[in-house]
Protein backbone atom coordinates (compact mmCIF):
# COMPACT_ATOMS: atom_id res chain seq x y z
CA UNK A 1 0.00 0.00 0.00
CA UNK A 2 1.32 3.39 -0.90
CA UNK A 3 2.18 5.82 2.05
CA UNK A 4 0.07 8.68 2.96
CA UNK A 5 1.72 11.96 1.32
CA UNK A 6 1.89 15.42 3.16
CA UNK A 7 2.69 18.95 1.65
CA UNK A 8 5.38 20.60 4.10
CA UNK A 9 4.78 24.16 4.62
CA UNK A 10 8.41 24.68 4.18
CA UNK A 11 11.88 22.73 3.55
CA UNK A 12 12.65 19.02 4.69
CA UNK A 13 14.69 18.60 7.83
CA UNK A 14 16.68 15.18 8.12
CA UNK A 15 15.36 14.70 11.83
CA UNK A 16 13.26 16.91 13.68
CA UNK A 17 9.41 18.69 13.60
CA UNK A 18 7.93 18.79 9.90
CA UNK A 19 6.08 21.82 8.88
CA UNK A 20 2.66 20.86 8.42
CA UNK A 21 -0.33 22.83 8.57
CA UNK A 22 -2.82 22.27 11.56
CA UNK A 23 -5.34 20.55 9.47
CA UNK A 24 -2.58 17.99 8.38
CA UNK A 25 -1.48 17.47 11.84
CA UNK A 26 -5.15 16.50 12.78
CA UNK A 27 -5.81 14.37 9.39
CA UNK A 28 -2.52 12.39 10.39
CA UNK A 29 -3.59 11.97 13.98
CA UNK A 30 -7.25 11.77 14.28
CA UNK A 31 -8.64 10.52 10.67
CA UNK A 32 -5.76 8.71 9.45
CA UNK A 33 -4.54 7.76 13.26
CA UNK A 34 -0.86 7.53 12.42
CA UNK A 35 1.69 7.67 15.27
CA UNK A 36 5.22 7.16 15.99
CA UNK A 37 6.94 4.36 13.53
CA UNK A 38 4.58 4.76 10.96
CA UNK A 39 5.74 5.92 7.35
CA UNK A 40 4.19 8.91 5.41
CA UNK A 41 6.09 10.48 2.17
CA UNK A 42 6.47 13.96 2.68
CA UNK A 43 7.28 16.80 -0.04
CA UNK A 44 9.12 19.83 0.66
CA UNK A 45 7.99 23.75 -0.38
CA UNK A 46 10.67 23.09 -2.79
CA UNK A 47 9.57 19.56 -4.60
CA UNK A 48 11.63 17.47 -2.52
CA UNK A 49 10.34 14.19 -1.85
CA UNK A 50 10.98 11.84 0.72
CA UNK A 51 9.89 8.74 2.87
CA UNK A 52 9.63 10.04 6.42
CA UNK A 53 9.43 7.30 9.98
CA UNK A 54 7.35 8.99 12.59
CA UNK A 55 9.29 9.76 15.56
CA UNK A 56 6.45 11.76 17.80
CA UNK A 57 2.20 12.65 17.16
CA UNK A 58 0.50 15.22 19.07
CA UNK A 59 -2.08 17.43 18.90
CA UNK A 60 0.72 20.15 18.93
CA UNK A 61 2.96 18.87 15.65
CA UNK A 62 4.41 15.85 14.33
CA UNK A 63 8.19 14.81 14.02
CA UNK A 64 9.81 12.32 11.93
CA UNK A 65 13.36 11.15 10.53
CA UNK A 66 14.22 11.04 6.90
CA UNK A 67 14.49 7.15 5.67
CA UNK A 68 15.84 7.78 1.91
CA UNK A 69 14.89 9.92 -1.11
CA UNK A 70 11.71 9.61 -2.82
CA UNK A 71 12.69 9.90 -6.68
CA UNK A 72 10.20 12.76 -7.99
CA UNK A 73 8.95 12.04 -11.67
CA UNK A 74 9.35 14.88 -14.39
CA UNK A 75 6.14 15.92 -15.03
CA UNK A 76 5.97 18.47 -18.16
CA UNK A 77 5.04 22.30 -16.98
CA UNK A 78 1.01 22.95 -18.17
CA UNK A 79 -1.13 25.94 -17.19
CA UNK A 80 -4.51 25.27 -17.83
CA UNK A 81 -6.70 29.18 -18.05
CA UNK A 82 -10.56 27.89 -17.30
CA UNK A 83 -13.32 29.96 -18.08
CA UNK A 84 -15.61 30.11 -14.72
CA UNK A 85 -18.41 27.45 -14.90
CA UNK A 86 -21.49 27.21 -13.24
CA UNK A 87 -22.81 25.10 -9.56
CA UNK A 88 -19.60 22.39 -8.73
CA UNK A 89 -18.50 22.22 -12.47
CA UNK A 90 -14.92 24.52 -11.36
CA UNK A 91 -14.16 21.76 -8.57
CA UNK A 92 -14.43 19.07 -10.77
CA UNK A 93 -12.12 20.75 -13.10
CA UNK A 94 -9.32 21.76 -10.66
CA UNK A 95 -9.64 18.38 -9.10
CA UNK A 96 -9.16 16.52 -12.60
CA UNK A 97 -6.23 18.39 -13.70
CA UNK A 98 -4.64 18.35 -10.67
CA UNK A 99 -4.66 14.18 -10.65
CA UNK A 100 -3.27 14.88 -14.32
CA UNK A 101 -0.45 16.91 -13.62
CA UNK A 102 -1.16 20.57 -14.00
CA UNK A 103 1.64 22.86 -12.69
CA UNK A 104 -1.15 26.04 -12.59
CA UNK A 105 -4.86 26.75 -12.96
CA UNK A 106 -5.49 30.34 -14.22
CA UNK A 107 -9.65 30.90 -13.67
CA UNK A 108 -10.69 33.60 -15.95
CA UNK A 109 -13.73 35.23 -16.26
CA UNK A 110 -15.26 36.34 -19.52
CA UNK A 111 -17.88 38.54 -21.25
CA UNK A 112 -19.88 35.43 -21.73
CA UNK A 113 -18.91 34.10 -18.12
CA UNK A 114 -22.15 32.89 -16.46
CA UNK A 115 -20.66 33.37 -13.44
CA UNK A 116 -20.19 36.73 -12.08
CA UNK A 117 -17.68 36.66 -8.76
CA UNK A 118 -16.89 40.28 -6.76
CA UNK A 119 -13.44 40.51 -5.25
CA UNK A 120 -14.89 39.00 -2.05
CA UNK A 121 -16.38 35.35 -3.81
CA UNK A 122 -13.38 35.20 -6.22
CA UNK A 123 -10.95 34.99 -3.18
CA UNK A 124 -13.51 32.63 -1.27
CA UNK A 125 -13.45 30.38 -4.45
CA UNK A 126 -9.83 30.64 -5.28
CA UNK A 127 -8.93 29.42 -1.72
CA UNK A 128 -11.32 26.55 -1.94
CA UNK A 129 -9.75 25.39 -5.35
CA UNK A 130 -6.53 25.47 -4.11
CA UNK A 131 -7.68 23.38 -1.17
CA UNK A 132 -9.34 20.74 -3.38
CA UNK A 133 -5.88 21.26 -5.35
CA UNK A 134 -4.09 20.05 -2.70
CA UNK A 135 -5.83 17.31 -1.33
CA UNK A 136 -5.89 16.08 -5.14
CA UNK A 137 -2.27 16.56 -4.74
CA UNK A 138 -1.73 13.96 -2.17
CA UNK A 139 -4.62 11.31 -3.55
CA UNK A 140 -2.69 11.16 -7.13
CA UNK A 141 0.70 11.12 -5.12
CA UNK A 142 2.19 14.02 -6.60
CA UNK A 143 5.17 16.43 -5.88
CA UNK A 144 3.15 19.39 -6.52
CA UNK A 145 0.14 21.18 -5.54
CA UNK A 146 -0.68 23.05 -8.48
CA UNK A 147 -0.80 26.92 -8.24
CA UNK A 148 -4.70 28.16 -8.05
CA UNK A 149 -4.33 32.25 -9.37
CA UNK A 150 -6.70 34.67 -8.60
CA UNK A 151 -9.85 34.72 -10.86
CA UNK A 152 -8.48 36.88 -13.82
CA UNK A 153 -9.97 38.86 -17.07
CA UNK A 154 -9.12 38.69 -20.73
CA UNK A 155 -7.51 41.93 -20.10
CA UNK A 156 -5.06 40.44 -17.19
CA UNK A 157 -4.62 37.29 -18.71
CA UNK A 158 -0.98 38.24 -19.94
CA UNK A 159 0.60 38.97 -16.16
CA UNK A 160 -1.23 35.60 -15.16
CA UNK A 161 0.93 33.91 -18.14
CA UNK A 162 3.88 35.65 -17.80
CA UNK A 163 6.48 33.10 -17.85
CA UNK A 164 4.61 30.70 -20.34
CA UNK A 165 6.73 29.90 -23.19
CA UNK A 166 3.34 29.20 -25.35
CA UNK A 167 -0.23 29.79 -24.70
CA UNK A 168 -2.82 27.93 -26.98
CA UNK A 169 -6.63 29.14 -27.29
CA UNK A 170 -8.87 26.02 -27.54
CA UNK A 171 -11.85 27.43 -29.92
CA UNK A 172 -14.58 25.76 -30.97
CA UNK A 173 -14.75 28.11 -34.41
CA UNK A 174 -11.69 27.84 -35.07
CA UNK A 175 -11.93 25.83 -38.95
CA UNK A 176 -9.04 24.37 -39.59
CA UNK A 177 -6.85 25.22 -36.98
CA UNK A 178 -3.81 22.42 -35.74
CA UNK A 179 -4.33 20.22 -32.82
CA UNK A 180 -3.08 20.84 -29.65
CA UNK A 181 -0.37 17.82 -29.71
CA UNK A 182 0.65 19.59 -33.55
CA UNK A 183 0.56 23.28 -32.50
CA UNK A 184 3.48 22.06 -29.40
CA UNK A 185 6.05 19.90 -32.06
CA UNK A 186 5.87 22.87 -33.98
CA UNK A 187 6.71 25.17 -30.87
CA UNK A 188 9.88 22.68 -30.75
CA UNK A 189 10.04 23.83 -27.29
CA UNK A 190 12.83 22.64 -24.53
CA UNK A 191 11.67 20.40 -21.91
CA UNK A 192 11.47 23.21 -19.24
CA UNK A 193 9.26 25.50 -21.21
CA UNK A 194 5.76 25.74 -19.89
CA UNK A 195 2.61 25.86 -22.22
CA UNK A 196 -0.61 27.44 -21.20
CA UNK A 197 -4.19 26.25 -22.65
CA UNK A 198 -7.06 28.84 -22.73
CA UNK A 199 -10.64 27.38 -22.14
CA UNK A 200 -13.40 29.87 -22.51
CA UNK A 201 -16.79 29.06 -20.34
CA UNK A 202 -19.96 27.88 -21.03
CA UNK A 203 -20.43 30.77 -24.14
CA UNK A 204 -17.81 30.14 -24.98
CA UNK A 205 -14.89 32.96 -25.65
CA UNK A 206 -15.77 35.69 -28.00
CA UNK A 207 -13.88 36.80 -31.19
CA UNK A 208 -12.99 39.97 -30.08
CA UNK A 209 -11.37 37.86 -27.17
CA UNK A 210 -9.93 35.60 -29.14
CA UNK A 211 -8.38 38.45 -31.75
CA UNK A 212 -6.96 39.78 -29.17
CA UNK A 213 -5.29 36.49 -27.17
CA UNK A 214 -4.16 36.55 -31.21
CA UNK A 215 -2.52 40.00 -30.69
CA UNK A 216 -1.10 38.97 -27.69
CA UNK A 217 0.94 36.15 -29.14
CA UNK A 218 -1.47 32.76 -28.41
CA UNK A 219 -2.15 30.79 -31.24
CA UNK A 220 -5.43 28.99 -32.09
CA UNK A 221 -5.98 25.20 -31.97
CA UNK A 222 -8.88 22.78 -32.10
CA UNK A 223 -10.05 19.73 -29.97
CA UNK A 224 -12.25 17.95 -32.71
CA UNK A 225 -15.17 18.16 -34.60
CA UNK A 226 -17.59 17.75 -31.48
CA UNK A 227 -18.25 20.60 -29.05
CA UNK A 228 -17.49 19.89 -25.64
CA UNK A 229 -18.66 20.74 -22.57
CA UNK A 230 -16.06 23.35 -20.61
CA UNK A 231 -15.30 21.06 -18.04
CA UNK A 232 -14.28 18.67 -20.38
CA UNK A 233 -12.81 20.55 -22.93
CA UNK A 234 -10.49 21.59 -19.84
CA UNK A 235 -9.66 18.01 -18.69
CA UNK A 236 -8.98 16.91 -22.38
CA UNK A 237 -7.29 19.92 -23.46
CA UNK A 238 -4.98 19.48 -20.06
CA UNK A 239 -3.99 15.97 -21.07
CA UNK A 240 -3.97 16.38 -24.72
CA UNK A 241 -0.99 19.21 -23.73
CA UNK A 242 0.39 16.68 -21.20
CA UNK A 243 1.00 13.99 -23.58
CA UNK A 244 2.15 15.84 -26.17
CA UNK A 245 5.37 17.17 -23.86
CA UNK A 246 5.99 13.59 -22.51
CA UNK A 247 3.32 13.25 -19.72
CA UNK A 248 0.64 10.37 -19.24
CA UNK A 249 2.77 8.20 -21.53
CA UNK A 250 3.51 10.50 -24.58
CA UNK A 251 6.45 10.90 -26.32
Not at 179 to 187: G, L, T
Amino acid sequence: MAEHRFFLEGPLVPEGALALSPQDVHHLRSVLRLGAGDEIVVVSSDGEAALVRLTMVSAEGVSGSVREAVEAPRVPRVWLVQGLAKGEKMDLVVRMVTELGCERIVPLMTSRSVVRLDPARAEARVERWQRIAAGAAKQAQLVRVPDVTPVVTIAGLTDALEGAALTLVAWEDSFGAPSIASAIEEAALPASAAVAIVIGPEGGLSAEEVTQLRHEGAGVVSLGDTILRTETAGVVATALALAARGGLGGV
